[in-house]
């Protein structure tokens, strides 16, 4: 009989099972990250945007293994649930002294994008400290901005 399964609309029979016991062998001191996304490559894998259906894939590589269809390396490490707690940002302290003029005083302003700068822990802090929600790990793609006034 076939080894088969069928995941996410896709079937894999012997043949792709067969290519993935070659990638583990092959790779066997490297990660389970690492082997997805090298079946993801392999097998042209992506999403329309070009990004790796590794996470897809890592699901597919669980499931032939819970099946004992295939046997994947241990574990590196066990990486966090991403809805554990967190520590709180830490807290940075801004100037509080109320600005009285004309918008036009405040020139020039720039609105930053922040997210994966330098000035992310600003505005995780500033969330923290002053919005009315505090802040949360975001989930997802997301965007930041902090909207600067003369520098």
Excluded at 43 to 68: E, F, H, M, S, Y
Excluded at 119 to 143: A, C, D, F, M, W
């Amino acid at each position: 009989m076939e080894e088969a399964i069928r995941y996410r609309g896709k079937v894999f029979g012997s043949r792709e099972i067969d290519e993935i016991r070659e990638v583990i062998a092959a790779h066997r001191e490297r990660s389970r990250w690492f082997i997805s996304r090298e079946l993801c490559r392999r097998w042209g894998w992506t999403q329309p945007n070009g990004v790796l259906k590794d996470i897809l894939c890592r699901g597919l590589l669980l499931r032939l293994q819970a099946q004992g269809l295939i046997e994947l390396p241990p574990c590196g490490k066990i990486p966090p649930y991403h809805l554990s707690p967190h520590k709180k940002p830490a807290n940075v302290q801004v100037g509080q002294t109320p600005i009285e003029g004309k918008l036009s005083d405040l020139r020039p302003i720039e609105l930053l994008q922040v997210r994966r700068t330098p000035l992310e822990k600003l505005y995780n802090s500033l969330i923290e400290q002053y919005h009315y929600l505090r802040y949360t790990r975001p989930v997802g793609e997301h965007l930041e901005y902090l909207a600067l006034a003369q520098g």
